[in-house]
Nanobody, 124 residues
Framework: VQLQASGGGLVQAWGSLRLSCAAS????????VGWFRQTPGKEREFVAA????????FYADSVKGRFRISRGDVSSLVYMSMSSLKPEDTAVYFC??????????????????WGQGTKVTVSS
């Protein structure tokens, strides 16, 4: 399985971006798909996730009401729409997939496969 995150870029504060996570290979038996972000010197942190079979979504408190994760289409496994972006949202964003058995979708350790990351820079 290979994941490809895209859609990052430079945006001004209060702007919007939409990230995509394309998947090649196995796309069955998915338990959940998540987005995480990381800044230099810090641990990777949970942003949002979707439970695959129910489409239930989960968000970090810091992005609730501003970000929206959704299941994708033929072009992308999932999308994440980000609005009202803040400078503190600046990070490399990673998508990840959990296959098989249940797990905590807000935990880095839950995920089996990771994409390479796409950089989001929000200027003030």
């Amino acid at each position: 399985v290979q994941l490809q995150a895209s859609g990052g870029g430079l945006v001004q504060a209060w702007g919007s971006l939409r990230l995509s996570c394309a998947a090649s290979g196995r796309t069955f038996s998915i338990y959940g798909v998540g987005w995480f972000r990381q800044t230099p010197g810090k641990e990777r942190e949970f942003v949002a996730a979707v439970h695959w079979s129910t489409s239930t979504t989960f968000y970090a408190d810091s992005v609730k009401g501003r970000f929206r994760i959704s299941r994708g289409d033929v072009s992308s496994l999932v999308y994440m729409s980000m609005s009202s972006l803040k400078p503190e949202d600046t990070a490399v964003y990673f998508c990840a997939v959990r296959y098989g058995s249940r797990g905590n979708l807000d935990s880095v350790q839950t995920y089996n496969y990771w994409g390479q990351g796409t950089k989001v820079t929000v200027s003030s």
